[in-house]
């Protein structure tokens, strides 16, 4: 079976198509052909070796991705699901060694695995299901009441798209970072305030509330740059696990989306939230396997707007 691997970190060269074993549903999985694996910054950190003290150890090849979405082959006997065979479905993947999102086949955990919105091709509905839970797990983290006020930075970004979006369905008011070329998307997500973004974004709040705002999520990785645009007392949510000092009872978390595989409820109310047209998927541009470096290096040289995802079939 055709997957997309890497025997060693380092640059988008490193990744190459590799044969893995064929893999059968267990009694409590679900088989996913997949159709469209995604990319996302998570994927550049376990090739070029950026998280690989978080990594489980492996024998190579690795195999990245957190992203599928393709159509169930088969549902494991003690699997209780309306799902059947030939549906369409989206997951989010947890890599371990061989098992990622970068592969023809995956078996996945019954609850990792929801229908697709309707309507939408599996090119966007593999944007989704990581980026969304990211999102959703960081507003509970925040746990801000409507009529909060949200600072969101990595605002152009898919996790702060779905943060503006979701955020927005929970009556809070969104101020966000954006450069002058993104001003038209950062609006067209819903966005109350868009500020410069960078450390400007931190003054440029400050001045419109001198008291700071009641919550952060720090998707452009300011970490303690960005605390100061928080109030005595609010809360503060970073992606990659910068912690804080706790100065001034601010309320420090982490999102670690990994916590979040296996939640069918929230994957699939990100699902609703699609059908609702209250949350749109980005497709940026689609990549055949063998152009699967091409496509890091593009995503690394920044500016893309939306999801690179790779076509398996």
């Known amino acids: 079976m055709l997957a997309i691997g890497l025997m060693k970190h380092g640059g988008p060269e490193v990744l190459e198509l590799i044969e893995v074993p064929e893999v059968k549903a267990e009694a409590d999985e679900i088989l996913v052909q997949v159709f469209c694996a995604a990319i996302n910054p998570t994927d550049i950190l376990a090739r070029n070796g950026g ?6 150890p492996y024998d190579p090849p690795y195999v990245p991705g957190m992203d599928v979405s393709g159509k169930v082959m088969e549902i494991g006997e003690n699997v209780k699901t309306h799902l059947k065979k030939g549906d369409a479905v989206m997951a989010m993947v947890v890599p371990n060694g061989q098992h990622g999102a970068y592969r023809e086949q995956i078996a996945l955990k019954s ?21 969304g839970l990211t999102a959703k797990l960081s507003l509970e983290l925040l746990n801000l009441n409507s009529g909060d006020k949200l600072a969101v930075t990595g605002s152009a970004g898919a996790y702060g798209g779905y943060m503006i ?26 966005a109350d305030l868009s500020l410069p973004r960078g450390e400007e974004f931190i003054k440029h709040i400050l001045e419109r509330f001198p008291e700071g705002v009641d919550g952060l999520a720090d998707g452009a990785l300011l970490n303690e740059k960005a605390v100061a645009a928080v109030k005595n007392g609010g809360s503060f949510t970073a992606v990659r ?5 706790g100065e001034r009872d601010i309320n420090f978390t982490q999102t670690w989306v ?10 699939d109310d990100l699902r609703k939230l699609v059908n609702a047209k209250k949350v749109s998927l980005r497709l940026a541009d689609t990549f055949s396997p063998s152009q699967v470096s091409e496509a890091h290096k593009r995503f690394e040289s920044g500016g893309v707007r939306g999801r690179l995802v790779i076509k398996f079939n």
């Open 165 to 190: 979006q979701i955020a927005k369905t929970l009556g809070l008011y969104v101020i966000a970072d954006t450069s002058e070329k993104d001003q038209n998307l950062i609006k067209s997500l819903g």
């Open 241 to 245: 696990g910068y912690q804080g000092t």
């Open 111 to 131: 609850g990792a695995v929801v229908p697709i919105p309707e309507g939408v091709s599996f090119e966007e509905a593999c944007t989704l299901p990581m980026n």
């Open 51 to 56: 998280i690989a003290e978080r990594q489980k």
């Open 258 to 267: 990994r916590t979040q595989d296996c939640m069918y409820e929230k994957l």
